[in-house]
Structure formats: C-alpha cells, structure tokens
C-alpha cells in the first residue's frame, strides 16, 4: 500500500463549505411551515411549583401551543442517565419540570409559536407561581447535610465508591514523607461555538420522525428518543447535521431532543429550537466540579509508594447521560505516568442546586492528571528535587508495557521518557532554569511547569462502556468506481471526512476526491456509537481500515477471476490488479511479464478466455461486481463490507508539556514566555489535525487554568450569564506553541492509534498551573487554585 | 436573544432625528453603533419603542482641526479615531485609546459619540475625554448648548443629557506646548471592558517639568472621573519617579471603587494606582 | 449583596420618619415607582419601572414595613419579579437625631436573581448604591416639606440629580 495520503497534512475536504459559510448548520434547515418553540426556565435555584398561567401567552399571534409539565407527564419518559453504578440515586428528571424546580435554568414551559420572535414575546407573559425552597450549593455543604433537593433519597450523596488496588494503608505506613493538599475543580462550560439546536419533523401519514440535532452521537440518540416518546426505533431518524463543536457537552440526550420530537408529532409540522448562549451556559452540561484532597506516600529517594484522592464530586441537580461516571473515570487514571503500587480513591457523589455536570473534553481525565501532576510537583519540592526527577524515578520503560496499574488498567503502550527528554530538549531545560535563577536574582517572578501525563481514550472494551464500546464501518465501491465509506463515528469538528477517506484512498490506490465519507444520518449509516473519548480515529478508523481490507479481499478474488490466474500470482498496487512479473517470469522463463494468449504457464489455469486483458482497476472490478456477468463461484454481487471493531483495550496516549510564565510582580498578571508540547497519540494520520487537536486543547486548558469559572452566588443564581462575564480565551491569550511528537504505536488496534483529542487538554493544564506556582515558589507557595486570576497572585505577593 | 418589537427610523438628517426623538421621549431611542444597545435589547433588558439610527447620517461622522480645536463627529467609529493620521500627529491619546476598545468588529461600528452618552462606568472614551478636558455639543428641541465633560457624565450609566438631547460634537483643545499622553487599561479578559482605565495629559514646561496634568479614570466607579487629586499632586513636580507614584497612590481619592466577580474594590485600586503611575510615566515618556 | 450607607437629611427626624412610612410618599421616592398600595397593615402591593440609563424593567412584587420603633428604627423588606428577573432585599434604617437634620444609616441586603443576575453582575452594586441615593435625598426633599404644602416636585432623575449633585457629594458615605 502506498501511502499518498496517510501521514501527510492533507487538507481538509470539509474546510471549503465551512469557510465559504455553506455548511448546513441545524438552524440553517428550513422546512416549510416549521413551528418555533422558546423555553420558560426557572429562575430559582429550588423551588415548588405552585401554578403556570399561560392564558396570556396563548393569545400572542402566532402562538399555536404551550406545554408545561402536566402536558407531557407519562407521555415522554424521563431524561436517560447509562451510569450503572452500584446503589446510584437517579432522580426522575423530565423534559419539563414536574413539581419543582431545582437549578436555574430548569424548563418549566415551552411555547410554540410560526416565528421565534412570537415565541419568544410569548414566554414573557407566562406566570409561574414559584414558592421557594432553600437551597444548597456548595458541594461539601450538600453532602454533609444541607436542604435536600431529592427528598425521596434522604440526602444529597448520590453515591459513594471507592476504587484502587495495593494496600494503601501499608504504603503511607512505610513512606518516609507524604504529601497532603486539597485541590479544586471549577465548574465550567464547554462553550462550543454553536450551541445546541434540535429541529423534528413528523410525518403523520408514514408515520415517521426525522430529528435533526447538534449532537455527537445520533444513532444512541435515536434509542434513547425513541423509548422516550414511544415511537419505533426504526420509525425514527437522526439526523446531525454539521456539528459546530461539541467537546462533550453534545455527547448527551438532553430533554429538548425528546420535548422537540414529541410536540412535532403532537402538531404533525415540523417544530425546532436553538439554544441561545444564555441557555446554553444555563442548561447545558458543565464540565468538571470536583473539590478534594490529594495525598502521595513516598521515600526519600522519590519512589511513589502510594495515592489517595478523596473527592466530592458536584454533579449538579440531576444525571444527564454520564454524570455520576464521569468522577470514576479520574480514579481509573490516577496512576498517571507512574508506577504506583497502592491507589485509592473515595468519591462521594452530590446533588446541588445546579446544572448537571457531565463530559467536558477529558471527561474526568484532566482532574486526575491534574491532582497527580501537582502531586508530583509538591513532591518534588519536598526532596528539593527537579520535578522532572521525580517523574523520571517512577516513569514505567518503554518495555515494561502493557503496564498494569493500581487502578486496573493495562496501559497498551508508552515511552515516556523519550517525550520527557524530547520536550526538555526542545525547551532547552538546563538553560530555561539558569535564566530563572538569573530572572530571580533580578526579582523577576519566572516560572517553569512541567507535565508529563498520560491519559486514557480510544473508549472502549464494551465490558466496561455503558452502551457499547465498538465502532462500525461500510466500505463500498458503487458501480462508477466512486467510493462511499459509512462510519457510525460522529465528527463534529474533528475532521474524519478527511482522515477516513485518506486511510481508505490508500488502501484501494484511488484518489481521495473519490472517497466519500458520510456520517451522521441513522437513515443512511448502519448503527454506531458516535464521537466521544478521542475514539474516532482509534476506534472507527480501525473498523474503517478493516472493512477497506475485507472489501478488497473480495475484489483480489474477483480481480484474480477476471484475470484468470490464481489469486497469490495477482498483485494490487497503485489501484490496479496485475499479473505479478515475478510470477509470470518464473512461470515462462522470461521477465516478460504477460502471458501471451494461447501459451499457458506449467501448472496453470486452463486456457484464458480474456482478449489479451492483464491489468484490472479496482474501478473495473466494481463495476464488474455490479453488472455480476463475471463473478467468481460463490460470490455475490455488488463490492461493500462492513466490520464492527471491537477493540480490545482502550488506547493510552501521552506527553510532556512544559509552559514557562512570567509573573507582573506588581499586579499578579500573567504572561506565557513558552509553551512546549511533545504528544504521542501514536500512529499519526494526518499531521495537521493532530495539532489542530493540540493547540484546541492547549487553548481549552489555558481557559481552564487561567480564566474560565462557571460562577453560582448562594442562592444558585448563575452570575456568569453570558460571554462578558464567562472568559473564554481569545487569540491574544495564547502563546506561540512549540509542538513536536513522538510516535509510539498502539498495540491495541491495527493503525497503532492512540487517539488525540482530549490529550492537549489533559496535559497542559497542570502544566500551566505547575509554572505558575514554581513562579511564586520564592514566596513559598505550595498550591494556588484554578482559574489562577491576577488578583489571587496579587495577594499572594503582596500578603493580603 | 431576541429584543422586544420596535419600530426603526434612519432619518437623514439630525433634525429630523430630534424630532423622532422628540415624537416619543420615553420610548425613543438612539442608534448610532449598537454595540451597548442591541446587546442590551437582545437581552430585552432595554426596550425601546423606537430606534432612531444616526449612523448613516454621514455629516455626523468627521475628524476635524479648525483654529485650535480639534471637533469630531459624534458617529465617527473607533476605527476611524485609531487610524486617524491626523490625530496620530496631533493628539494620540485618542487613537491610542481607541485602539484599545474591545476588538475589530466592534471597534468598526461602535461610536465615540454612542459609548460617551451610553456611560458605561468601564467605558473607555469617558476617561480620555474628561483628559482632555472635552466639550461635548448637545442639540435638542430646545436648540443646541455645549456641556463640559466633567459636568456630563454624572453617574451610573447616567449623563447630563435631557430628554430628547443628542450628543452631536465632540470639541477639544487642540494640545499645545510640550504634551505627552498615554492610556493604560486593564482589559476584562471575557468583556474586553476596563478593569481600570487611565488617560493621561500632561502638560510640560520647558524645563520637563509639569505644568499641569489631566488624569482621566474609567472602571473604578459608577461612572469616569477626573483624578484632581493625583493630578494637584504631579503639577510643579519634575515628574521623577518618586512624584510620580507618590501621586499615583491619590487615584482612588472621592471613590468608592467597584467590587465585582473579576476584581475586588481592594485590587481594583491597587490596579488604577498601579496603571496611573505607568500611564503618567508613558505620557512623560511620550512627551515633544 | 450587602448594601450600607448614611445619608443626612435636612428635617427633623419624626418628620423623616413619618415621611418613610406614608406610602405617597413612598411611592414618589422609590426610583421608577407606578404604584404603591396598602395591602394590609404595612403591606403594601408595588409596580416599579427600574433601571438606569436604557436599561430598565418593570418589577411587581410587595413591600413590608416591620419592626416599627418610631421614629428610630424600622425595617423595609420589598420583594419583586419581573421580566428581567427578580429582586429580593431587606433594609434596616436607623434614625439619628443630628442638629437640625437627621443622620440615616442604612444597612441591608439584595439579592438579584433572573436575567440582571446573570448579565449585570458588575453594575448590581453601582445601581443599587445610585437607587437608594436617589431615594434618599427625594425623602430629604418630601420630609423638609411643611405639613399641608403641596409635595415636592421631582421631574425626570436627571435634573433631580444634576440639583441635588452638589448635595450629594457631600452626603454620600458608605462604611
């Protein structure tokens, strides 16, 4: 197989609709006679329900419909968690609120309306009769007692585990020092750049529903939809449209896709909704809320004997999708890149007055990396060690893999010293700290952050994921010779278009304009998983690859057919089927590589019947499959395979980060000076979107480390409402990156993927806050909580 | 985000402007870039009955030197003030301050005139026109009266505009003698607002030493002042460094600074002296 | 949100205390108060246009009068909703006599909730501070009226507080 395409930066074949601006968005559907619908939402925290009047938004013109909660009680089921873990509290949470309401931003009415502005003027005119309850908000406070919000539970402890292997008891008995520092997560938004939107179209007559939704995972979507609205799955379609980033926080069903499809069928028209950006800070799943205490036994010589983390996790007011999974996936990774023989972790899960946490790009992971990586620093400071010293002594060899971890993983592959000497080298370690001491001496506050992380993606082994964990692919050759591949994949962003058919145009030798990749249209793609966990690639990629290499299987034997030879004397390269010359020669006796017609090679085949025929295009051969007048024996017709990959491991990428800041000693600003990062995600497609998927996130965890912080006050108002208050970085915040790789393929499928997307996320934000705080070091700081804001330094320097 | 029912007029003239104004001196509003009042639409906090567009009234938009003053029309953009050659040489406290509002796309809509009357407290035009001692022209049913820029912003969002005014010119001394400027802000990372905002103009005698000072503040308080304290303090001085930041320390004297999720009233004063000492030292710097 | 202030007004201090609870006169000084009716002893039902500069928002809601000592103390406790979102707040007042005049210290709570919650964090403290300014120095002006004069007349904010300015940065204080 040549490789034309694969492991260049081949351009990507979505960016010409996307920048011309003639993508199709689901706002930019428009179907005739579609009906617009505007939420009521709470503006309490917590609060009963006493009565809606919605006489006088009934008689705004144009106004077809308003629901509220009695409207759809035992018509649409309630809104799906797939977190299966031992004894969960799982609130029954609707579309619409029921007889309360318990975080701001709570639908309470939907009205439906011919224009979005008469919808709109509409929901200023209902009345909600709310009679409020107290309200509990922070997460501690929640679980040790605080106002219950779910009173049928008792408390606000949704659950408790505790995970990990070794006896942690023994190790920080034999440590000869331990660590002990309490860490917090933030809450934050994943601020995709369009929100969501939900567009449904019932057809009465058929019978049949089609959904257009900003999602990342249609097919699970149209299950779950289908079981809540009581439609049959198969009456059901889900469409995505272009997906204009996710970052998790589409990797759900939310109660408006539901809500939205419903009310279509109930008015037989066409019925859509757009989030705005207030809704979408609101009532769109946040990202991380954890707050807890990280401890680390060690020897004198830097030998990690053992890891604690206790946490509460703050899940918000109910479970979206994998809310009360999202924190045990911080406990599979708490090993990070280390050997570790005794881990544990204790979770308490909470309700509070608030939004429902769920999957945030690292979905769990960048709160382990981040506790264990700060860990390490403080470790490090303890010894009065480099902290690259540190992470040296307990780095696993690159031989020692699959490394099996005091979590229970088996990490599939890694050299993480080579990334380590690889980032330092570029950063010019040795240098950078020489000139922070000169910095120092000048009373300059430089800092300089390292992170080596390694995280966990690719999911997954369906054992361990709630609604399977494989990817399925269709390859096919239509009879033009174009090829079409469908992939249960959801890109939304990302850019499979582009990969997929690059995978796919080398193995069949044709040109990628000629490879189609479609996705996205549960009506056209066989069922699938979607796009979540930085799997695509490792995870659809492989079921693409496969299914390409099945496909091809049929067409050498049918090639070999045409050719009348046997199929090991027939070669495949650059597109073509050929007799071998190698083949032919040893045959004949001459390096003549055609069989001349009439003469046979000794041991041949009978007599060929072709005219002189002795190269064959895989163009050929599919339109010889379709017109099927010169199939082989038992082979049927047409040119398409399928595969579902089932991968037996996830996949474990990793890196070293480091970020050399400045700190303004007289107002607590800070400055980047450098930011390095060496990532391996193993094998690597198409160079170009593995760094597009560095820099994003890179730029994520900055917001995270520097900036962004979804803000409730005590009474669960959400006072960072919109993006003057919410900071999300802007292209002035972000320094020039250093990026290089190291390549270290996956053992765990056959492209030796690893998986990207999360990675950059996940590694640098320890990577930023270590720097800071080693800015600092001179004034004795062990820690500073994230988002980092000038004032906190300030006050730090200056003992406020 | 979607604003409540208004009806819209673009008149041509300011004229007729005024008496649209006039028509509905409750439910009538001002348009000129949009950027503080269509936000504030779209989140139906503010909901005129009518908006009156003066931004393609292009007489209103001009940067002009005539005798010793330097008049500027009320609609002319941030962009036209920061790339104004003319001002460049002459006074560049307002292209440099203009470069520092928001970014591209508001910068290219929004107003000098819009966000002078709007007095937003983090604005930044209110500090660099009471710097310069501005006098605003105002025309109304009444006829036309000039303001003096300290007398016109008098509190929270809230300026000496009479029902049915409109802010129409903005006039200033062209700057003589020896002169330095210089504004430093703060930028809101999320809002691009100022944090602290502080103009600067100084004026020097020969011998470099201060003459006088005018010292405009945004983002402290409820609305932009003039710094008297700090600048009592540099006049007479040979602006060292040590008169510099001793009269810095005077920049939140009168105030009661905001407190706000960013930055606490404390920090925020901290700031504003930290960014009047650069500022002024900038100005000094900057000084011919 | 914790507000404080003091603000000295000319009139006696059983004048300004009658003046705080005589629902005219409060419904003339509550900035962009419609209307104000007893609903019930001390209770009374209130319709307030609020706001500053272009943003405003009509607010529905009650407003009790509690623990009356004349004429020393009392407490105001309003509630309101609105499009814009809702406004909770309780004030304690304490009354001074001082010479002539009297010294008012104020001391209490808002909470803002809804739409001005979530968008309008930083001007919440601004505007509050600039409303009860306002609703101060109307009271000065009802309170120094004699008794049977016909009430003061207030006009737009404006001009009020383009008359009263020089007052009031003499008399604004906050702890």
């Known amino acids: ?260 499809s419903w009310i279509s069928m109930q008015l037989g028209k066409p019925v859509k909704w757009i989030e705005t950006r207030r809704e979408n800070i609101q009532a769109t799943i946040h990202g991380r809320g954890q707050v807890g205490d990280i401890e680390v036994a060690f020897k004198n010589d830097g030998t990690l004997l053992g890891l604690r983390y206790s946490v509460f996790a703050d899940l918000g007011a109910y479970h979206q999708l994998l809310t009360p999974a999202i924190p045990t996936l911080t406990g599979l990774m708490l090993s990070g890149a280390y050997k570790i023989p005794a881990i544990q972790m204790n979770i308490t899960g909470c309700f509070t007055n608030k939004m429902a946490t769920d999957a945030y790009r690292g979905a769990g992971r960048p709160e382990a990396t981040y506790v264990v990586e700060r860990a390490l620093d403080l470790v490090a400071a303890e010894l009065k060690v480099d902290p690259t010293e540190v992470r040296r002594k307990n780095f696993p060899a690159s031989n020692e893999f699959p490394f099996h971890t005091a979590t229970g993983l088996d990490y599939d592959s890694g050299d993480y010293e080579t990334a380590l000497n690889k980032a330092q080298e570029i950063a010019g370690y040795a240098k950078l700290r020489e000139e922070q001491k000169k910095a120092r001496d000048e009373g300059r506050l ?81 069922y699938g998983i979607g796009t979540f966990g930085s799997r695509a690639t490792a995870v659809g990629g492989t079921a693409v690859l496969v299914a390409v290499q099945k496909l091809k299987e049929k067409a050498h034997k049918i090639a070999s057919h045409m050719l009348q030879s046997d199929a090991t004397r027939v070669s495949f390269e650059g597109g073509k089927y050929a007799l071998q010359k190698a083949a032919a020669a ?215 | 985000m979607i604003p409540a029912q208004f009806d819209y007029q673009a008149p041509a003239t300011l004229e007729e402007a005024v008496s649209l104004l006039a028509s509905d001196l409750d439910g009538a509003k001002i348009l000129a870039g949009g950027h503080s009042l269509i936000p504030a639409m779209k989140l139906r906090l503010a909901q005129p009955q009518l908006l009156v567009d003066i931004a393609r009234i292009k007489s209103l938009a001009y940067i002009r030197e005539e005798g010793d003053k330097i008049l500027i029309g009320a609609t002319t953009t941030h962009y036209q003030l920061e790339s104004s050659d003319l001002l460049k040489q002459i006074c560049p406290l307002l292209p440099e301050c203009a470069k520092s509002i928001g970014d591209v796309q508001v910068r290219n809509k929004g107003t000098i005139g819009g966000s002078v009357a709007h007095s937003d407290p983090a604005g930044d035009w209110p500090a660099a026109v009471l710097a310069l001692g501005a006098e605003l022209v105002l025309v109304g049913p009444n006829g036309e009266r000039t303001e003096k820029a300290e007398d016109f912003f008098v509190d929270l969002l809230t300026t000496s505009l009479l029902p049915g005014e409109i802010l129409r010119e903005i006039r200033i001394q062209k700057p003589a003698g020896k002169f330095g400027q210089a504004y430093q802000k703060v930028p809101h990372p999320a809002s691009g607002f100022a944090v602290v905002g502080v103009a600067v103009h100084l004026v020097l005698n020969d011998d470099g030493s201060c003459q006088s000072a005018a010292i405009g503040v945004t983002g402290v308080g409820a609305k932009a002042f003039r710094a008297q304290a700090v600048e009592a303090a540099l006049a007479g001085t040979s602006l060292d460094d040590n008169a510099i930041a001793t009269a810095a320390t005077h920049i939140c004297d009168g105030v009661d600074p905001n407190g706000d999720l960013y930055a606490s009233s404390e920090y925020r004063c901290h700031l504003a002296q930290v960014h009047a000492r650069r500022a002024i030292q900038a100005a000094k710097a900057n000084a011919k | 949100m914790k507000l404080e202030g003091t603000h000295e007004l000319e009139a006696p201090r059983e004048r300004v205390y009658q003046s705080l609870v005589n629902p005219e006169v409060l419904q003339r000084c509550i900035p962009g108060c419609e209307k104000l009716e007893r609903t019930g002893e001390n209770i009374f039902a209130a319709t307030i246009r609020a706001g500053v500069g272009s943003i405003k928002g009509v607010f529905n809601g009650t407003a009790r009068l509690e623990d009356l000592r004349e004429p020393e103390h009392l407490r105001i406790v309003v509630d309101g909703k609105g499009p814009p979102g809702f406004l909770k707040g309780v004030g304690n007042l304490d009354l001074e006599q001082a010479d002539a005049g009297t010294k008012v210290n104020y001391s209490g709570d808002v909470q803002v909730g809804g739409t001005i919650a979530s968008v309008g964090q930083r001007m919440i403290q601004g505007t509050a501070k600039m409303m009860a300014t306002q609703f101060f120095t109307c009271l000065g002006a009802e309170a120094k009226t004699e008794v049977g004069e016909p009430p003061p007349k207030h006009g737009f904010f404006r001009t009020a507080l383009r008359w009263f300015s020089g007052w009031l940065r003499r008399f604004f204080r906050t702890h």
């Open chain 1, 446 to 526: 430089v800092g300089i952050g390292v992170s080596t992380y390694v995280e966990i993606c690719a999911l997954g082994p369906s054992q361990a994921m709630p609604a399977g964990g494989w990817e399925s692919a269709t390859v096919r050759i239509e009879p033009t010779g174009k090829v079409t591949v469908l992939t249960g994949a959801s890109p939304h962003g990302q850019g499979q278009e582009t990969s997929f058919a690059q995978i796919v145009a080398d193995e069949l030798g044709v040109g990628i304009n000629d490879v189609t990749v479609i996705h996205g249209d549960t009506g056209v793609v066989q």
């Open chain 1, 1 to 260: 197989m040549t490789n034309n395409y694969v492991g260049q930066r081949v351009k990507r074949t979505e960016d010409p609709r996307l920048i011309k601006g003639l993508a199709h968005y689901v706002d930019d559907i428009t179907l005739p006679g579609t009906l617009h619908v505007s939420f009521v939402r709470s503006i309490y925290a917590h609060a009963k329900i006493n009565g809606i009047e919605t006489e006088a938004a009934q008689t705004v013109p144009g106004v077809v419909a308003v629901y509220t909660g009695q409207d759809i009680a035992g018509k649409i089921g309630p809104v799906p968690c797939a977190s299966a873990l031992p004894e969960l509290k799982v609130p029954d949470h609707r579309a619409l609120a029921q007889d309360k309401v318990y975080f701001v931003g709570h639908p309470i009415a939907a009205v439906v309306a011919t224009d979005r502005y008469a919808a709109r003027d509409a929901i200023d005119l209902i009345m909600v009769d709310y009679e409020e309850l107290p309200v509990v908000t922070d997460v501690e406070q929640a679980a040790a007692g605080g106002p219950v919000i779910h009173e049928a539970f008792g408390s606000n402890i949704a659950y408790k585990m505790t995970s990990g292997e070794g006896d942690i008891d023994a190790a920080f008995a034999a440590a000869d020092r331990t660590v002990k520092q309490r860490m917090l997560h933030r809450r934050l938004a994943p601020i995709a750049m369009e929100p969501r939107g939900v567009l449904a179209r019932y057809f009465p007559g058929e019978e049949e529903l089609t959904l257009w939704s900003s999602t990342q995972i249609p097919h699970l979507m149209r299950t779950q939809v289908a079981l809540m609205i009581g439609i049959p799955e198969n009456k059901l379609r889900v469409i995505t449209p272009e997906v204009g980033g996710g970052f998790g926080s589409k990797l759900n069903v939310y109660g408006e896709e539901a809500l939205i």
């Open chain 1, 586 to 800: 040893a045959v004949t006796g001459t390096s003549d590589p055609v069989v001349p017609v009439g003469e046979a090679p000794a041991g041949a085949l009978p007599e060929p019947q072709t005219e002189g025929k002795t190269s064959l295009s895989i163009q050929d051969i599919a339109l010889a499959a379709h017109l099927a007048k010169e199939l082989p024996p038992d082979t049927e017709p047409g040119l398409s395979a399928t595969y579902f990959f089932e991968p037996k491991n996830f996949t474990f990428p990793f890196g070293t980060h480091i970020a050399v800041v400045e700190v303004d000693r007289e107002t607590g600003d800070i400055k980047f000076l450098r930011y390095v990062a060496v990532d391996d995600c193993g094998r690597v497609i198409n160079p170009m979107l593995v760094d597009g998927q560095v820099h994003g996130g890179i730029v994520q965890s900055i917001g995270q480390a520097l900036y962004e912080e979804v803000v409730y006050d005590e009474q669960g108002q959400l006072l960072t409402g919109t993006l003057m208050d919410y900071a999300v970085p802007r292209a002035k915040h972000i320094p020039q990156f250093e990026l290089d790789r190291t390549e270290t393929p996956s053992p765990v499928n056959p492209l030796g993927v690893k998986g990207v997307g999360e990675a950059g996320t996940i590694g640098a934000t320890p990577a930023i806050v270590n720097a800071v705080v080693d800015a600092l070091a001179p004034f004795g700081v062990k820690h500073l909580d994230m988002p980092i804001k000038p004032e906190n330094v300030w006050r730090i320097i200056n003992g406020h």
